[in-house]
């Protein structure tokens, strides 16, 4: 029962710990003007650009009609732009814009202060031990 415990409360750590990153960005995105749902879809596309509308939404864990929405804002705004797939006219893909960089620059910044934050304290082995580790428990998950 012990070792059941432990697991219980390995996996409740880890579902915490995930949370109050999550929740310190937000608070450091909000100082600037950037909601989750916004800096998420920037955040994807910085990371792959070119994503069909429906393909980022599954990426992002998000109903299809929610990012429609965050999309159609976002182009309002000039950072995001949707452009005709090629090969399916039925469908857009999404791109940055040249002014959404900004807006990146400071996601980058709060990123690694919210990273610095969450590891203070750990050794470089032991935040690349953390790093494999998290990595495999994706790849576990995933499969």
Known sequence: MFAQDKESQMSFELHSAA?????????????HGLSRSRWQ?????AREEGQKQAEL??????????LARQVDKLQQEGLVERRPDPEDRRCFRVYLTAAAEPALEILRGLATQTRSQALAGFSDEETAQLQGLLERLKKNLAE
């Open 19 to 31: 949370h109050l990153l999550r929740r310190n960005f937000d608070r450091r995105a909000r100082a």
């Open 41 to 45: 879809v920037l955040w994807h596309l």
């Open 57 to 66: 939404a599954e990426r992002m864990d998000v109903a299809p009609i929610s």
